[in-house]
């Protein structure tokens, strides 16, 4: 099955500088790949997602990249504000009713 | 967006007392719900899919005797923790998809957290 690995596991930054997320998979048949950002007590709240047959997407401070190679993509966050202080989920999955296989998260503190 | 809705958000219940999650998607049909489990500090691990009119499938180490998983409807799951122990506690979330579409887009539910005293 799926695996999906997470690095790092918590990461601190500097209000304004950017931060990168890295996640790898397994399955080359996985061709949906959402993050997700959570915080303490809530359900998971999706911020981008990417598919297998883009490279690239990006909205507004937050973009995600994606290696099928490698199998490999990545989540960037620019101009980090207090606000993303959270933990960040990504996943891979297939399209259709299947479920999605999570990384381990990573806890983002943007300090002020 | 599509909209997951579960209860009750928290309960707190006694060892070896059963407690019922509901989930609900409020504005779709969900033909496959799938139920994850979210210790403290932990990433969410699939417990199993719920498949409306049919079985759940469980994964590997779930117990489908503890969990019971019904779907009854394209609209409605419950998971019930049957004789439920304090190891049980933890943070129980549903998800589903849009039925008929090829998104692969999870939408989820608030979560229940459970404590088991």
């Known amino acids: 099955g799926e695996n999906v690995e997470q690095h790092p596991s918590t990461l601190s930054v500097q209000e304004g500088d950017s931060a990168v997320i890295k996640c790898t998979y397994s399955d080359s048949a996985s061709n949906y790949f959402p993050w997700y950002k959570q915080e303490l007590g809530k359900r998971p709240q999706l911020i981008i997602d990417i598919r297998s047959n883009v490279g690239e997407k990006k909205d507004q401070r937050i973009a995600v990249t994606l290696n099928k190679t490698a199998k490999h993509f990545s989540l960037h966050i620019t101009e980090t504000q207090p606000e993303d202080s959270a933990v960040y989920f990504c996943?891979?999955?297939?399209?259709?009713?299947?479920?999605?296989?999570f990384g381990k998260g990573t806890r983002l503190s943007v300090i002020a | 967006g599509a909209v997951v809705s579960q209860h009750p958000s928290w309960v707190i219940c006694k060892s070896g007392t059963s407690v019922k999650i509901e989930c609900r998607s409020l504005d779709f049909q969900a033909t496959t719900m799938f139920w994850y489990r979210q210790f403290p500090k932990q990433s969410l691990m699939l417990m199993a899919t719920?498949?409306?009119?049919?079985?759940?499938?469980?994964e590997q180490g779930v117990e489908k005797d503890k969990f019971l998983i019904n779907h009854a409807s394209l609209t409605l799951s419950t998971l019930t923790v049957t004789s439920a122990h304090p190891e049980d506690s933890s943070f129980y979330i549903c998800?589903?998809?849009?039925?008929?579409?090829?998104?692969?887009?999870?939408?989820f539910g608030e979560g229940s957290r459970l404590t088991v005293l």
């Open positions: 996943a891979a999955g297939k399209s259709g009713n299947t479920p999605l296989v």
């Open positions: 719920s498949n409306e009119g049919s079985k759940a499938t469980y």
């Open positions: 998800s589903a998809s849009f039925q008929g579409t090829s998104t692969g887009e999870l939408f």
